[in-house]
Structures are given as C-alpha cells and as structure tokens.
C-alpha cells in the first residue's frame, strides 16, 4: 500500500468540508504503521469518495512481485450503498459484483430464469454457447481482474477461500458500525422447514445443550450430504432440485463449519442455542414424519455465536493487508475492536468533522412516555396524537415514522385512521417494502410513511422528507439468547451503545447536506435515559444536537387541520379533539403526556424489578 498516492486517488474535482484533512489523517495514519483505521465519518462527509481514494492506495500489479496481493475491494454490508456506487460516476472504477440471483440468464427460451437456475447449473456437463456473454461471469471476470471490485458484504463473505476472489492488497468496509452484527447473523444456522429442505422427514430431538447440538448437527450433514449425492448424480434437475441441491451445499458447509469451531479448542466462539416448540401437525403429517408418530419431534432450532472472531478472521481479515472501516457511528474504538478481533495497538481513529450545521438537524422532545412491552398499550394511542399534532405542524411535507416493529406499525396506522388522517399516510409490509418506499418518495403529496427497521442506508435529501418521529428506543430484543447472554453478564454499556448507534443512524436520515435541513421528534421517554447512559460514548456532534434539544410548541389536536391541501377535508372521519373511542381528552400545549390512553390491550406479564434497567427496556418485538 501506498498511502502517499490517497490525494491522486480522491475521485472529486475538488474537495467539500473536510474531506481533505480526512484524507490527510487517514494517509498519518497508515504510514504510521496501523494495519486498520476506522474513519468515523458522519452523513455528508462523503464517505464513498473517501472510501475510493483509500482504495486507489492499493499496491498495483506493476508495484509488486507475483506473489504479492494487489488491488483492492470495497464492500458494505447495505445493497441500497452498493446500488448508490453502481450509480455515481465519480465511483465508474469500482467494478461491482453481485450474486449470481441478481443476473438474468440471456439464452432464448431462459430470459426469465436467473442465473444462478440457469441450464449450466441444472444440466451436468452443460456447455453454454453464450458464457462468455453471461451478465454475471462477465461481470464476475471484470471484477476479478481490475483494481477495485466493489460488493456486498454477504458475497464478500461468501467468496472467501474462492480462487476467483483471493488476497487483495486494501479492503474498504463501508458502512462498517454493525460489522460484529452481520458476522454473527452470517454464521448464524437456522435449522427449520424454511431452511432444511426435507425438514417434515426428520425426527428433531428436544436439544437441552450446546453438545447435543453439535452431535445433531453432525448427524444433520452427513444426511443432508446424502441427499446433495443423490441429486449430483442426476443428468438433469429442475430449478427446484437446483434450489435444494444449492441449499443443501451451503447448509452443510455450515453445520460443518459449527462442528469444527466448536471443538477447536482454541476457538474464542461462544456457541449458543435456541429450540421453538415444534409446530402442531395433524395426525396424516405425523405418520409421515419418518414413522416417528408416538415421538413428539422438537421444534426448529437456531444455533448462534457470540464474537465470531474466528469467522471473521476467515471471511475478512484474510482478505487484505491493510483496511480501512468507515461509518458515522463507530462509537467506541476499544468495544468495536473486541467484537470484531482486533489488536487496539494496531488500530487507528480519525474522526472527520461534521459540517452540516446543529440548527439544521434539530433534535426534539415530544416524549409521550416509555415504550416497553408493559407501558405500550398506553402510550402509543399518545404517540399516534403526538403526530396528529405533528401533521399539523407539517401540513405541506413528508413525514417519516420510525415505528420499530410491525406491530407498533400496525396500530398506529389503525389510530391515525381512527382518528380520520388516514388519507395521508403510508405503510410497507415485509415483501413490499422497497416497492412502497420509492411509491413514497416518488410522489407529490405530503403523505407520511409508516416505516419498519429503515433506520440504515436510507437517503431522504431536500424534501423528500422534511420531518421524522423515533417512536420507540430501537434497543435490542432481551428475549434473543445473545442479549441476554451479554446482559446476564452485565454488558449494559454494550447495550445502550448499540441503541444509541441506531438512533443517530435514524438521525441521518432527513439531512443529508450541509444546506439541507430536517426535524426529529422523540416520542419514547426511553431515549432520553438511553442519551443519558450512553453520553461518554456520544460523537461530539451528536452530543451538541442532544443539548440543543427543545420541546416544540404544538397546535392544538385538530385532525383535519392535519391532512393539509393536498387531501380534501371532507375525508376527515372525526371531530376535532375525538380519538378512537370517542374520549376529547390529551394535552394540547407543548409536546408531553397527554391523558388520551386508547384502547386497552393485552399485556404480556414479566417479572422484573424496577430497580433493574431491563425494567426500561423490555421488548420481545425484535
């Protein structure tokens, strides 16, 4: 690596903000001999462009001996980042790569099938006439073969061990705050009948222990690579052969791969398991469950590791020499470097100032009360006034809700209907959300959009969004077995951390230039404990948003008032003041505790003491 070349290899006619001291930081910082720097740059600062100067420092093939690793990779672990790059033309170097199942196959009769279905994977022996004019391995080859190839991180990861994408010189990792996150849900195995194609002819044992587990496992993939047998030695399969046969690869390689670090004893892994109960069959099913009718099969297991050092060793710390991690919310450089393997010594942070100005990215407070498990039946009817109030305030702009989770997605939306504003909002389900998001962000009207777990990789500038509400404290879910490993051992600090990263991610996402501008609202009383016990770890600029924090002054609960121009009155279903249940209560001046709690609902019962902080952060949402 040549860290001098950084300046040449800046992608931009010219500089913006402090793009320049960054690339003057980042070169220290590699001449100074560290192997990793963390660049913790916030929105705006032109992360890409950075990222790509970085890469440019790569040792060419001219600089070095053959057995020398040249060139560079860029990936991050977001598609909407990666599509972001395939579009810039400041970033037309990067010779991107996706999955086989993003390429469509070009022979005649095969223009609907992917590749990764196509005739040369479904045929033994297939000789493709066009190859060599196939989207992905042309792709594939270019890629392989110029400086910089640029992917997500899942094919990143996927490709390790591969001879096509061997050693590189420089890896860039964009987007890099989640990276233990994503390692983990990487190595993750999910055995169910989702997963494991011929899940209703086993018989599953209730699994008591990590060892059980690891002898079931065993078992599992010298079954399944029997069945990958049996189909490898068909001449022809079908395109669901093919799925199987390719799931049954991949699940074997992990079962295999949990075997081995499991009995490793030098692995650091620690190998958790979860089993659900197993779902209820009628009496036919059972009978053909192996003939084990009179056994009661368990239920579909998921076996997890904790601080997969060992798996990102493999799947990205072999893969260069040097690196360079970028994201607005590295937030702790010793915590970052433990989850993810790192020697500190060896790691360098350079913090990029941000140049957006506080008053632009105001932050307020509109808490309504907390938003755990127990409190939420009557808070959210709270909330769901709160942005009632919030239309108001915003007759003419688009608004974003940040409702966590779908449940709270759903019952918003039922109360904004009930509370006739209806008309203007938005919702996304599970397979429809992308389809929904860009309906959304293409139209004129000042609609408000509903959204779940959009609080990454979304790019709202100028007016596609001018205001969002953070409805609940995004904390993690304590009922997954990781968690609450970590807190059993008293990781809160993690905890509040992790919370805290997400929220400023969600911050980004309405300003996205220095002369751009936005507001965010906090409804869940819970985000001023978690700024409070995560403040040492808070970026300075963040922290200048957090005390600049003010009530706003709210109109008075008005529903039709909130539909704006765009949306006739006369679609407006109640009276001024009336919620779902007919109750003209709530507080009307600044921005807290109204009394309007709605509906009541079931709660979920759980002993805690008060005294403990899970007390505050119960969720079993996800």
């Known amino acids: 690596m040549n860290p001098e070349r950084i300046f040449e290899a ?52 001219e600089e070095g001996d053959p057995s020398d690793a040249t060139g560079a990779y860029y990936t991050t672990p977001q598609v909407s980042q990666l599509d972001d790059v395939a579009s810039d033309d400041l970033l037309a170097d990067l010779n991107v790569i996706r999955g086989k199942s993003n390429y469509t196959c070009i022979l005649p009769h095969e223009r609907n099938t992917p590749v990764n279905q196509a005739p040369c994977v479904r045929e033994r022996g297939y000789d493709c006439s066009v190859k060599h004019r196939c989207p992905y391995f042309s792709d594939r ?66 699994i008591d222990s990590i060892e059980r587990a690891v002898r079931y496992a065993e078992n599992l993939a010298g079954t399944c690579t029997r069945r990958k047998d049996e189909l490898l030695a068909q001449d022809s399969l079908s395109p669901g052969e093919v799925r199987e046969r390719d799931r049954l690869q991949e699940l074997i390689g992990e079962l295999e791969w949990f075997v081995s670090d499991f009995r490793d004893p030098e692995s650091p892994t620690t190998w958790l398991v ?23 099969p368990g239920g579909p297991l998921t076996i997890k590791p904790m601080n997969p050092e060992k798996y990102l060793q493999h799947t990205v710390w072999d893969r260069g ?7 607005a919310t590295i937030l702790n450089k010793d915590a970052f470097c433990r989850q993810v393997g790192l020697d500190p010594e060896t790691v360098a942070l350079i913090d990029v100032e941000h140049t957006f100005p506080v008053e632009n990215r105001p932050l307020y407070d509109v808490t309504q009360g907390k938003m755990t498990y127990e409190r939420r039946s009557e808070t959210t009817p709270k909330i769901a006034r709160t942005i ?9 702009e688009k608004g974003l809700i940040h409702a966590h989770s779908y449940d709270i997605q759903e019952r ?48 709202l500038k100028g007016d596609l969004c001018r205001w969002q509400v953070i409805c609940k404290a995004p904390f993690l879910n304590t009922g997954d077995s990781r968690v609450a490993h970590r807190l059993e051992e008293g990781q809160w600090a993690w905890y509040y951390r992790t919370t805290l990263r997400t929220v400023i991610q969600a911050c980004g996402r309405v300003v996205r230039a220095p002369d751009d501008h936005g507001a965010t609202y906090l409804a869940d009383s819970s985000l001023l404990d978690c700024f409070e016990r995560a403040r040492t770890d808070m970026p300075d600029w963040f922290e200048a948003q957090v005390d600049r924090m003010e009530q706003p002054d709210l109109p008075a609960f008005e529903p039709r008032a909130a539909l704006g121009d765009s949306v006739s009155n006369s679609n407006a279903g109640t009276t001024a003041g009336t919620g779902p249940t007919g109750d003209s209560s ?37």
């Open 10 to 61: 800046f992608p931009a006619p010219s500089y913006r903000g402090t793009q320049q001291q960054a690339l003057r930081d980042i070169r220290d910082a590699f001449a100074a001999g560290n192997d990793v720097v963390l660049v913790r740059a916030p929105t705006g600062s032109g992360k890409s462009l950075l990222a790509r100067a970085v890469a440019g420092c790569a040792r060419t093939i």
């Open 141 to 206: 080859a270019i890629a392989s073969n110029r400086e910089i190839a640029a992917m997500t991180l899942a094919y990143f990861m996927q490709t390790a061990g591969s001879e096509v994408f061997r050693t590189r010189d420089v890896v860039v990792v964009d987007e890099a705050h989640g990276l233990a996150e994503w390692a983990e849900m990487y190595a993750t195995i999910q055995l169910g009948p989702r997963t494991v194609p011929f899940w209703d002819e086993l018989r599953v044992p209730d």
């Open 274 to 296: 979860d089993q659900s109960e197993p779902r209820s069959r009628d009496d036919g099913d059972a009978e053909r469950a192996s003939g084990h009718a009179n056994d009661p």
């Open 321 to 327: 020499n040097k690196f360079a991690l970028l994201s």
């Open 388 to 396: 009632v109030r919030l239309m108001q305030r915003h007759p003419d």
């Open 412 to 459: 918003l939306a039922d109360l904004l209907t009930d509370f006739g504003v209806g008309d203007r909002i938005r919702v996304h389900d599970r397979d429809g959300r992308d389809a929904a998001l860009e309906a959304w962000k293409a139209a004129d009207d000042p609609d408000v959009f509903l959204s779940v777990k959009m609080e990454e990789a979304l790019d």
């Open 586 to 622: 709530g507080s009307e001046s600044g921005g807290h505790d109204g009394t309007d709690g709605g509906p009541s609902r079931s709660r979920r019962s759980r002993r805690s003491s008060r005294s403990s902080p899970l007390a505050d952060v119960w969720d079993t949402d996800g």
